[in-house]
């Protein structure tokens, strides 16, 4: 071996594993500089850095007094010896001089070397909750290297024998030291994660490439970890690009709103931003509130949460958008901080997220009176992965977990079908259904059906919280094409707003009952709104309704189909004040009365919606800046509704009157001369009603509610000397104009807003028609 060069094979460059935990000493890997061993004339052999060539035929071991040309040719060397016999080496211990500080000694050992420390700082006073597996079992292979004074570096000590097994080499690659990623693989993985490919995906195509698990030389976990850096150096790259577009934004428009975690100018912390009409929105919708996080959970990569909600057509508007790089608890406390001070400070009443124990804590700390609510949909897909295995055995498993979740009607009942379930499928001691049935009341309908969510109905199955950017943001999406994938659509949400405006304002409902209601519903609510209310009217002429108690004001009234007695809902309706609950609290949920009131209301001869039930937010005018609408509401069914009133509170005391004046002769006898008494001075009420009188030469005609006759002197002075009587008479009679005089004004208060309500119709239609010839001037351009 004299003057020979010896080639061989250390690896090719690459790079290390950065989810694995760290450890005291430091890992070898197979990416150090490349050398070639020389032998010298003196017969000892060492290491040169300038003429390595690859080959794959040296089977060259260790031993004392090999020599090395540096001290990373030694440790490259050992790595490689140690991956051709099937072991994984780390950096040990190292001796440094006295004289400068420099390393002289060095010392390479077998991974599992030494063992576990238990007793150290960082593990003593805490708990561990996902102890690593022991891999460290006190081997002593090893290789020890010293410098000369030559400069060279020589194996001191070799210890070749290990005390456990060693890997074969179809596992070699799963070893620390032997992890690594070449340039080639790191091309192909940066051009299938750019199409949207996963780990997972990105690893099989790999395999099929290099022909085998062995052959790629790195783990699925490498490749996660490679992945995850890519998309962290690519969002530092990009998010100067984001705030340039909001600086840019707010420089335009002084009421876009964006804020910074952190310092603004070195920031790689979480963004938040709302533009105007976002802002806008929120004062006119903002009483429910879905946070979005689904987009970095589910198939999207981008850390993206938008605010949204619910408009009055029933669409999905923006109320603002986040980038959560950083997702901690108080990350999530600046967030909702930050939102809701760009809202005006209001909370909303009720907020839909992701289940989320980190989210959560954030949103009891901010929002400490808002109803705090997991999407259910997510819960239920969720599902079908936590209970795969459940779901293929049993084909009726969904159905059932369906019908125990959505179809139940009470508390009682959710929970005598959870246990039923549980039991059917021997699934009582399932750790995550157990999990979610803890925070039932945050998920299950029959605990939230109490609280508004702007939801059409508490049963129905609901969709996926991310459907306000649906078709426009993916897995392939940088932070540059998101941009303008945002505001693309922004446009078109924004589009189909003008749409449903514009179907609403020029075109007219089929009306499918002679109902004052029904017409009353069409030229209030908006069209996808009304046709929701108009299931509800029509579903009322297949129920009954049945008085169960009478006793007080408020009576009470059975609801069920015809011939399912067993299935029915609790109406309660308090006539004098015009105010009804129901068992199935839909009005409660979703704003819209329900068919088991309507029906009610049907057998009660209450022919229009009163007032209290008919929500802005879901009526044409929902963003009309009109105030007191509701006194013009009034207006238009004001007398079919007072009059209603006064029919059910006179028969409401009539029927207490019938029931008391029937229990005997003597009462009965009292009680029809006592109707005869009342139907007399009703009769000369009614006529008195009718009289006009002449007051300064023009008609006046009394109104009726006062049910009393004004009488005016058409003299200009009254007699200077009064009886008692004649002054009382005065007296009442200017009582009676003053209360005239009221009613004018306020027939006036009312024909003036009913002015304002026009003059905001004709804005509205205006300013739909400004949107439509904008987008038609863009559709041409």
């Known amino acids: 071996m004299e003057n020979e060069v010896i080639e061989f094979d250390i690896g090719l460059g690459g790079g290390g594993d950065d989810s694995v935990a760290i450890i005291d000493d430091e890992e070898m890997t197979d990416d150090s500089p490349t050398a070639a061993m020389v032998g010298t004339s003196s017969g000892s052999l060492f290491f040169d850095t300038s003429s390595y060539v690859p080959q794959r035929d040296l089977d060259l071991e260790p031993f004392e007094g090999m020599e090395f040309e540096s001290e990373e040719a030694a440790k490259g060397f050992y790595n490689s010896y140690a991956r051709r016999v099937g072991f994984s080496t780390r950096v040990s211990s190292s001796r440094r001089s006295r004289k400068d500080g420099a390393i002289i000694q060095r010392s390479f050992v077998c991974a599992k070397e030494g063992f576990r420390n238990l007793n150290e700082k960082r593990t003593k006073d805490r708990e561990i909750k996902r102890p690593r597996t022991v891999t460290r079992v006190g081997c002593k292979a090893s290789m020890s290297v010293k410098i000369q004074d030559s400069g060279k570096w020589i194996v001191s000590t070799f210890v070749k024998e290990h005390n456990h097994e060693l890997v074969p080499p179809d596992q070699v690659h799963c070893l620390r030291s032997h992890r690594q990623i070449s340039g080639p693989a790191k091309t192909l993985i940066d051009t299938l994660q750019a199409a949207g490919m996963g780990p997972r995906r990105i690893m099989s195509a ?34 100067q690009l984001l705030l340039d577009y909001l600086r840019q934004m707010q420089s335009e428009n002084p009421s876009f709103f964006y804020a910074v975690q952190g310092d603004e100018e070195h920031s790689t912390g979480n963004l938040f931003w709302a533009d105007t009409k976002a802002r806008s929105n929120y004062t006119h919708f903002g009483d429910t509130v879905t946070f979005d996080t689904t987009y970095r959970s589910n198939r999207y990569r981008l850390p993206f949460a938008p605010f949204t909600g619910i408009n009055h057509h029933g669409q999905p508007v923006l ?19 930050t939102w809701v001070s760009a809202m005006s400070g209001h909370p909303p009443v009720s907020i839909t997220t992701d289940h989320d124990t980190v989210i959560q804590s954030a949103i009891t700390q901010v929002f400490p009176d808002t109803r705090h609510r997991f999407c259910k949909w997510h819960i239920f897909k969720k599902c079908q992965e936590k209970l795969s295995h459940v779901f293929l055995q049993y084909p009726n498993f969904e159905a059932d977990f369906h019908k125990s979740v959505n179809l139940t009607d009470s ?9 039923s379930l549980l039991d059917k499928y ?58 303008k994938l945002y505001e693309k659509a922004l446009e078109s949400r924004n589009e189909k707003e003008v749409k449903a405006d514009y179907d609403t304002m020029n075109s007219l409902p089929l009306l499918r009952t002679p109902s004052p209601m029904e017409k009353q519903a069409s030229e209030l609510y908006t069209r996808k709104i009304f046709m929701r209310f108009q299931e509800e009217l029509i579903g009322t002429l297949s129920l009954m309704a049945s008085k169960i108690n009478d ?6 009234y059975q609801v069920s189909k015809f011939g399912e007695d067993n299935k029915s809902y609790t109406v309660n309706f308090n006539v004098l004040e015009m105010k009804a609950t129901c068992s199935c609290c839909m009005f ?3 704003g819209l009365l329900c068919r088991h009131i309507l029906a009610v209301f049907r057998v009660t001869n209450v022919l229009t919606l009163p007032s209290r039930y008919i929500l802005k937010r879901w009526t044409i005018n929902a963003k009309s800046s009109v105030i007191l609408e509701e006194r013009v509401n009034d207006v238009v069914s004001g007398y079919l509704e007072s009059h209603t009133v006064r029919y059910n509170t006179l028969r409401h005391e009539a029927f207490k009157f019938v029931e008391e004046g029937a229990e005997s002769v003597e009462t009965y006898n009292v009680a029809m001369l006592a109707l005869e008494e009342a139907s007399r001075k009703v009769a000369m009420s009614a006529k008195n009603e009718g009289m006009v009188l002449m007051v300064n030469g023009r008609f006046r005609e009394d109104s009726r509610s006062n049910g009393t006759v004004t009488k005016m002197d058409t003299s200009n002075h ?47 239609q205006l300013s739909l028609k400004v949107q439509i010839i904008k987008y038609s001037m863009k559709d041409c351009l």
């Open 206 to 239: 790999l395999i099929k490439e290099y022909g085998g698990i062995s052959k790629v030389g790195f783990t699925e976990v490498d490749c996660r970890n490679y992945m995850r850096n890519n998309r962290q150096r690519s969002l530092e790259g990009d998010i």
């Open 319 to 337: 109320f603002g958008c986040a980038f959560l790089i950083n997702e901690s608890e108080s990350s999530f406390v600046w967030l909702f901080n």
């Open 411 to 419: 508390v009682d009942e959710f929970e005598s079908c959870w246990l």
């Open 426 to 483: 021997d699934l009582n001691d399932h750790d995550w259904l157990q999990a979610i049935y803890t925070s039932r009341k945050q998920w299950v309908p029959v605990y939230l059906r109490d609280t508004f969510f702007a939801e059409m109905s508490i049963t129905q199955r609901s969709d996926s919280m991310n459907s306000y950017f649906d078709g426009y943001i993916n897995a392939s999406t940088t932070l540059n094409q998101f941009i």
């Open 551 to 556: 006793n007080t004001d408020v009576t009470s």
């Open 588 to 590: 409660e949920f979703s």
């Open 718 to 764: 009254c007699e200077d000397n009064l009886s008692e009587d004649e002054m009382d008479r005065k007296i009442e009679e200017l009582n009676q104009e003053v209360e005239s005089g009221k009613r004018r004004c306020e027939v006036y208060r009312s024909n003036l807003l009913s002015v304002l309500k026009d003059i905001e119709d004709h804005k509205q």
